[in-house]
């Protein structure tokens, strides 16, 4: 008594979108969380070594202690916890990182922290997965190929050309924060913006 039924060409696309939409909300709430507990933890056991005479051996009773009383547990081995407490260290007094801490995998914040010389850098390519939602492999890429420094060269040259003397600058089109007004708009460096 079944019928074949033939739906109509995308008549329940609105489903998948709201599948979709609700499976990309629970893994941010998860995400979320997860980051929220590794801070917690580094904040937990920053604190402890500052009160001990020998910081890291607190890590290594943590982890066995960890091991011993929940052997399924994964992720909270000695190199695990000590991650947790850098990254807790590295962003404790950093306002910046606030509300993008969250918004970030933990794989990609240990990509970022390994990979980063500077609070400077570290801000960049946080910003940076937070907007173009990166995965692990495309973070790897941008570090590996060294964005930031490129991405700094090139702002730097860019200042250079915005600020040469008895040059009134028109922008190219490339340059996404204002638009040529200039009548010709061939970027000619003519007068569109002084």
């Known amino acids: 008594m079944s019928k074949n039924l033939n739906p109509k060409t995308g008549q329940f696309d609105e489903i998948i979108s709201i599948i979709d939409n609700a499976r990309a909300r629970a893994l941010k709430a998860v995400n979320a969380e997860l980051i929220?507990?590794?801070?917690?933890?580094?904040?937990?056991?920053?604190g402890l070594c500052a009160n001990s005479e020998f910081?890291?051996?607190?890590?290594?009773?943590?982890?066995?202690?960890?091991?011993k009383t929940n052997p399924g547990v994964k992720g909270f081995s000695r190199r695990g916890l000590y991650r947790m407490k850098q990254f807790y260290?590295?962003?404790?007094?950093?306002?910046?990182?606030?509300?993008?801490?969250?918004?970030?995998?933990?794989?990609?914040?240990?990509?970022?922290?390994?990979?980063?010389?500077?609070?400077?850098?570290?801000h960049f390519y946080m910003t940076l997965c937070a907007k173009e939602h990166y995965?692990?492999?495309e973070l790897e890429r941008q570090i590996d190929s060294a964005y930031y420094e490129?991405?700094?060269?090139?702002s730097k040259k860019m200042t250079r050309w915005w600020n040469m003397p008895s040059a009134v600058v028109c922008l190219p089109p490339w340059c996404p924060t204002i638009l040529c007004?200039?009548?010709t708009r061939n970027y000619c460096k003519t007068s569109c913006v002084s």
């Open 181 to 183: 007004t200039c009548p």
């Open 36 to 46: 929220q507990m590794y801070w917690n933890i580094g904040e937990y056991l920053s």
């Open 55 to 67: 910081g890291d051996k607190v890590i290594d009773e943590a982890a066995a202690y960890i091991a």
């Open 135 to 137: 995965s692990k492999r």
């Open 89 to 122: 260290e590295i962003y404790k007094d950093d306002e910046f990182v606030t509300p993008l801490v969250t918004q970030i995998s933990w794989t990609n914040h240990l990509l970022i922290m390994s990979g980063s010389k500077t609070a400077e850098e570290r």
């Open 150 to 154: 490129r991405y700094m060269l090139s």
